[in-house]
């Protein structure tokens, strides 16, 4: 029933497991972080699936844990032991090889592998850690991923140089290992390993120099995989600070029936009389459990819930490992061993095992599910957190934007009539000469044409001709010099394009530089005109120049434009060429003129054209910066949304494992 119950609650997160990582607008890095949740949750089911015992041997330095551990094997190299010195640096695990294997035992070293993602080497190393006692458990196989390694020969030599020693001061111990794995023959005398268990030994709590006081998180996550801890307490030392912060980390989350004490009593006052000294024996015991109990700083262990033995588990070792060094002629093994009550407790630790284990380990599995769910539930509230503040930060991004568009597309509104001031155009000097000569030979034409030669004759110094008939004369040389110059003008301001003393580009990227200067600063630089085609090209469209006609008029001594009469006049050669010289000034400056007004609105148009392709492309790219950071912003809100349900879901799942009556 358990089963079925706890299958249907597996197949509920593989479900919730199944809408995140299907969701296509989930982000890659959500999916990947999922991912590893997903992994922790899933291998917490398969736990249930495995009936090994995995035990921890805990306590405070030198309380009597290495004893205890080669007692229950009875195997003296099980673990470490010495007087006086911190033995064991690092945990091993401890198993017994099968019954008829043949095994003679040795030490198995698994080395870490190599950390990817540096700022979670915690995370990984952890990972590695439970990818191997995944494998000793037989939930996995042992592949090339992670291969089983040859064993070291077992003996108090190999184990000192493996759990004693730093690393690299030794042949075995290159580097600090991942896990050690500790395999003693198997002994028929042992209740404990013969019940499918495996014990963790571990350092002393208050060891400074143990490699746990450095990386208890490490470690930690040795208490979590074990389904019963055995506190190894001694009536010669007391629970210290260092080892109650150790305590209340390892009880926060357990369950009040995962946690045996074992009492190593040492009966050091030989001399009292043997009543007083069992009274006191049995208050230490009594004081001991007290103690322990308050420092493992949980509600939920009380003193009587908790179960304890006692043993000397010294006169129990010297017993049944160094019998030949007994006083024999004072005391009988026997009886030593008697008094010592190992085999008393180890019965009782026996039965309690063979009686709950199996219990033991599923309300284990099912604590540390329900706290790994508990465990992701807060991931994904830190992750809620952040979401949230990305958000907030993406809706001000595009805010942002927003402003900075509106003010590309007012910037980009505004109407250039540029003034070019110290734009001066003037002809070449040759060109003039061109302008003249032709203009000139032109008046020579029309005056020598029959409508004219008889009333203005070459070759006389004056001659006398109508007032009107003059006048007519010379408007058609206005005419005439105003077609010739707007027929030839183009070739001067072609040429001035990359004159020296007129530089358009120059000139262009001057403005540029000065709008560079006093656009908003949201407007990022607008690049310098670069193309002098262009530049060309418009000037040659512009075909047409409007030259200003020169009005007639009469002034004392000016005889140009005169106001038509049919008065005879006195004109001589002199007066002509004075009209003459009149008329070409005229349509030489107003041509300078013109051309000025007309590369100034060229130069105006390119400029204009120019920063508005330049605004339009950059308005384009606010555009799909909008766009792109409202669908990141979309992504986020679908996220929130997900991961939001997906929390309360799992705390949901949570509940409902955790009122399974196991």
Same mark, same amino acid.
């Given at each position: 029933?358990?089963?079925?119950?706890?299958?249907?609650?597996?197949?509920?997160?593989?479900?919730?497991?199944?809408?995140?990582?299907?969701?296509?607008?989930?982000?890659?890095?959500?999916?990947?972080?999922?991912?590893?949740?997903?992994?922790?949750?899933?291998?917490?089911?398969?736990?249930?699936?495995?009936?090994?015992?995995?035990?921890?041997?805990?306590?405070?330095?030198?309380?009597?844990?290495?004893?205890?551990?080669?007692?229950?094997?009875?195997?003296?190299?099980?673990?470490?032991?010495?007087?006086?010195?911190?033995?064991?640096?690092?945990?091993?695990?401890?198993?017994?090889?099968?019954?008829?294997?043949?095994?003679?035992?040795?030490?198995?070293?698994?080395?870490?592998?190599?950390?990817?993602?540096?700022?979670?080497?915690?995370?990984?190393?952890?990972?590695?850690?439970?990818?191997?006692?995944?494998?000793?458990?037989?939930?996995?196989?042992?592949?090339?991923?992670?291969?089983?390694?040859?064993?070291?020969?077992?003996?108090?030599?190999?184990?000192?140089?493996?759990?004693?020693?730093?690393?690299?001061?030794?042949?075995?111990?290159?580097?600090?290992?991942?896990?050690?794995?500790?395999?003693?023959?198997?002994?028929?005398?042992?209740?404990?390993?013969?019940?499918?268990?495996?014990?963790?030994?571990?350092?002393?709590?208050?060891?400074?120099?143990?490699?746990?006081?450095?990386?208890?998180?490490?470690?930690?996550?040795?208490?979590?995989?074990?389904?019963?801890?055995?506190?190894?307490?001694?009536?010669?030392?007391?629970?210290?600070?260092?080892?109650?912060?150790?305590?209340?980390?390892?009880?926060?989350?357990?369950?009040?029936?995962?946690?045996?004490?074992?009492?190593?009593?040492?009966?050091?006052?030989?001399?009292?009389?043997?009543?007083?000294?069992?009274?006191?024996?049995?208050?230490?015991?009594?004081?001991?459990?007290?103690?322990?109990?308050?420092?493992?700083?949980?509600?939920?262990?009380?003193?009587?819930? @908790?179960? $304890?033995? =006692?043993?000397? *588990? #010294? /006169?129990?070792?010297?017993?049944?490992?160094?019998? !030949?060094?007994?006083? +024999?002629?004072?005391?009988?093994?026997?009886? @030593?061993? $008697?008094? =010592?009550?190992? *085999? #008393? /407790?180890?019965?009782?630790?026996?039965?309690?095992? !063979?009686?709950?284990? +199996?219990?033991?380990?599923?309300?284990?599995?099912?604590?540390?599910?329900?706290?790994? *769910?508990?465990?992701?539930?807060?991931?994904?509230?830190?992750?809620?957190?952040?979401? +949230?503040?990305?958000?907030?930060?993406?809706?001000?991004?595009?805010?942002?934007?927003?402003?900075?568009?509106?003010?590309?597309?007012?910037?980009?509104?505004?109407?250039?009539?540029?003034?070019?001031?110290?734009?001066?155009?003037?002809?070449?000097?040759?060109?003039?000469?061109?302008?003249?000569?032709?203009?000139?030979?032109?008046?020579?034409?029309?005056?020598?044409?029959?409508?004219?030669?008889?009333?203005?004759?070459?070759?006389?110094?004056?001659?006398?001709?109508?007032?009107?008939?003059?006048?007519?004369?010379?408007?058609?040389?206005?005419?005439?010099?105003?077609?010739?110059?707007?027929?030839?003008?183009?070739?001067?301001?072609?040429?001035?394009?990359?004159?020296?003393?007129?530089?358009?580009?120059?000139?262009?990227?001057?403005?540029?530089?000065?709008?560079?200067?006093?656009?908003?600063?949201?407007?990022?630089?607008?690049?310098?005109?670069?193309?002098?085609?262009?530049?060309?090209?418009?000037?040659?469209?512009?075909?047409?120049?409007?030259?200003?006609?020169?009005?007639?008029?009469?002034?004392?001594?000016?005889?140009?434009?005169?106001?038509?009469?049919?008065?005879?006049?006195?004109?001589?050669?002199?007066?002509?060429?004075?009209?003459?010289?009149?008329?070409?000034?005229?349509?030489?400056?107003?041509?300078?003129?013109?051309?000025?007004?007309?590369?100034?609105?060229?130069?105006?148009?390119?400029?204009?054209?120019?920063?508005?392709?330049?605004?339009?492309?950059?308005?384009?790219?606010?555009?799909?910066?909008?766009?792109?950071?409202?669908?990141?912003?979309?992504?986020?809100?679908?996220?929130?949304?997900?991961?939001?349900?997906?929390?309360?879901?799992?705390?949901?799942?949570?509940?409902?494992?955790?009122?399974?009556?196991?």
């Amino acid at each position: 029933m358990i089963d079925e119950e706890l299958g249907k609650y597996k197949d509920e997160f593989i479900q919730i497991s199944k809408t995140i990582s299907e969701n296509e607008k989930l982000s890659e890095k959500s999916k990947a972080e999922w991912k590893k949740q997903q992994e922790k949750i899933e291998r917490r089911f398969d736990l249930f699936k495995t009936d090994l015992l995995f035990i921890v041997a805990t306590g405070m330095l030198k309380a009597g844990k290495s004893t205890f551990v080669n007692l229950l094997s009875r195997n003296e190299n099980a673990s470490p032991i010495g007087f006086g010195v911190d033995t064991t640096l690092r945990p091993a695990l401890i198993k017994m090889a099968a019954k008829d294997s043949g095994s003679a035992g040795g030490i198995y070293i698994y080395k870490r592998k190599s950390i990817h993602e540096v700022e979670n080497e915690m995370q990984e190393l952890q990972s590695q850690m439970e990818n191997i006692i995944d494998r000793i458990k037989g939930l996995k196989e042992f592949d090339e991923n992670y291969p089983e390694v040859a064993p070291k020969e077992l003996n108090q030599d190999n184990l000192r140089k493996v759990l004693c020693s730093r690393p690299g001061t030794n042949e075995l111990l290159d580097q600090s290992p991942l896990l050690v794995v500790v395999e003693v023959p198997y002994n028929a005398d042992s209740k404990i390993f013969s019940e499918n268990c495996v014990i963790f030994d571990m350092p002393g709590l208050d060891s400074n120099d143990a490699e746990i006081s450095q990386n208890f998180e490490m470690y930690n996550a040795i208490f979590k995989e074990c389904d019963l801890v055995l506190f190894i307490q001694s009536n010669m030392s007391p629970v210290n600070d260092a080892a109650c912060g150790y305590l209340a980390k390892i009880g926060k989350d357990r369950s009040s029936c995962t946690y045996r004490l074992v009492q190593n009593r040492m009966r050091a006052k030989y001399w009292l009389e043997e009543s007083v000294l069992k009274k006191e024996l049995g208050e230490q015991a009594e004081n001991g459990i007290k103690n322990f109990v308050k420092k493992l700083n949980t509600n939920k262990l009380s003193e009587s819930s @908790l179960k $304890s033995w =006692s043993a000397n *588990l #010294g /006169m129990a070792y010297d017993v049944i490992f160094n019998a !030949n060094n007994i006083a +024999k002629d004072d005391y009988k093994t026997e009886e @030593l061993l $008697s008094q =010592s009550e190992f *085999l #008393g /407790m180890e019965e009782n630790l026996w039965a309690d095992i !063979n009686q709950n284990g +199996k219990e033991q380990r599923r309300s284990h599995c099912k604590d540390e599910l329900c706290n790994d *769910l508990k465990d992701v539930s807060r991931e994904i509230e830190k992750k809620l957190y952040a979401l +949230k503040g990305d958000m907030a930060r993406k809706e001000g991004e595009i805010n942002m934007l927003i402003d900075e568009k509106n003010l590309i597309e007012s910037y980009g509104r505004r109407t250039r009539k540029e003034n070019w001031r110290g734009l001066d155009f003037t002809l070449s000097n040759d060109l003039k000469r061109q302008v003249e000569a032709e203009l000139r030979d032109s008046f020579k034409h029309l005056r020598s044409s029959t409508k004219y030669c008889g009333d203005m004759p070459e070759k006389v110094s004056s001659f006398k001709i109508k007032g009107s008939r003059y006048d007519e004369f010379l408007i058609e040389c206005s005419e005439n010099a105003k077609s010739k110059v707007q027929a030839i003008i183009q070739e001067s301001y072609l040429e001035k394009v990359d004159s020296g003393d007129f530089d358009s580009i120059k000139i262009l990227n001057q403005k540029i530089e000065e709008m560079n200067q006093t656009s908003p600063k949201i407007i990022l630089k607008i690049p310098p005109v670069e193309y002098r085609s262009k530049m060309v090209g418009k000037l040659s469209e512009t075909v047409q120049l409007e030259l200003a006609q020169i009005e007639p008029h009469r002034e004392e001594g000016k005889f140009l434009f005169v106001v038509p009469f049919e008065k005879a006049i006195e004109v001589n050669e002199s007066m002509v060429n004075d009209e003459y010289d009149k008329i070409i000034a005229h349509y030489t400056k107003a041509s300078c003129a013109v051309l000025k007004q007309v590369m100034g609105d060229i130069m105006t148009d390119i400029l204009n054209e120019h920063v508005s392709g330049y605004l339009k492309e950059s308005l384009s790219e606010k555009e799909g910066e909008m766009y792109k950071a409202k669908l990141e912003l979309e992504v986020m809100g679908g996220e929130k949304e997900l991961f939001s349900r997906t929390k309360e879901q799992l705390l949901s799942l949570g509940e409902k494992i955790r009122e399974l009556k196991i």
